[in-house]
């Protein structure tokens, strides 16, 4: 069983900057995939960045060159800092683990103002 808890979530202007956490807990050791995810209003959940546990890293192009995903394995905890910020990056932010199953935390709402 492996446990998500994110924060860093808020309400910012366009162009601002946030920084989103993720602490992961209980059987970390078998995580081979994180990754984040963001589900706006009347639309499907959508992968925003992930990476592998051999490092190789993943981006959906609108967040190409704004968002950088790393993650600190002494601390368990997952990062998603976000420049840049657009109106339409307002979303609730999900946390995602996989082993052999899928897991995901409560979410933290990002919104961003015009």
């Known amino acids: 069983q492996v446990r998500l808890v994110e924060s860093g979530g808020g309400l910012v202007q366009a162009g601002g900057s946030l920084r989103l956490s993720c602490a992961a807990s209980?059987?970390?050791?078998?995580?081979?995939?994180m990754g984040w995810y963001r589900q706006a209003p009347g639309k499907q959940r959508e992968l925003v960045a992930s990476?592998?546990?051999?490092?190789?890293?993943n981006y959906r192009d609108s967040v190409k060159g704004r968002f950088t995903i790393s993650r600190n394995n002494a601390k368990n905890t997952l990062y998603l800092q976000m420049n840049s910020l657009k109106p339409e990056d307002t979303a609730l932010y999900y946390c995602?683990?996989?082993?052999?199953?899928?897991?995901w935390g409560q979410g933290t709402q990002v919104t961003v103002s015009s």
């Open positions: 995602n683990a996989f082993d052999s199953l899928d897991y």
């Open positions: 209980g059987n970390v050791f078998s995580i081979n995939y």
């Open positions: 990476i592998t546990s051999d490092g190789r890293i």
